[in-house]
């Protein structure tokens, strides 16, 4: 399973958060973090010539991805650019977007109380539109106090991790039931 998380800074909230989930998943899963701060700035013209290296790895990690986790901070009241750029990147050239039909789950972090939910709004607008299967619940907006997840993704509190294992579980089955294997066969 490919991970994408909005923030790349070293002490991310969001970061924890994802290292917290992917901790808490089955073993038959496993995950690869994808990295979103080398991918150039989209530029159509760019695009015309190739892909950039990064990209081609980048699209490389989500073709070979059965499902997709994004765990962003909130930034303005929508996503942060780095995510949005990473977006954008595989759903072109056009008739070859890259994200179609994979599962996907979204959560986010904050260190207030809102928890990212304007942003994740706006990532389940983008999400319909690249044709991405988007888990509607558990919805998750957390508000992280400190010490409740640790830089390393352990969670302190047993309610928040019973939560957020409940959640895993869900996309879990989420992923079962829209993966190729799963789906009803075609006449
Ligand atoms: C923020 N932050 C923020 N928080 C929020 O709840 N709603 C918002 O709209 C914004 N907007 C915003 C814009 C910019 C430019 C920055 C730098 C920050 C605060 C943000 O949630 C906080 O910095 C998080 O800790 C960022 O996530 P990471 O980097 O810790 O994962």
Redo the contacts with the bound molecule.
Sequence with gaps: MAVL???A?P?????SLAKALTGLADAEFSFVFSRLDDLPLFDQDVLAAGFPPTVARFHGEIDAAHGVLIVT?????SITAMLKNALDWLSRPAGANAWTGKPVAIAG????R???V??QQHLRAILGYLDMPTMGQPEVYLSLTPGLISPEGEIADEGTKAFLQGYMQKFHRWIARHSDAGAPARA
């Design positions: 998380v909005g923030s800074r002490g991310s909230l969001n970061r901070p909130e930034h303005n009241r972090a904050s260190a207030g809102l928890g990212t304007a942003a």
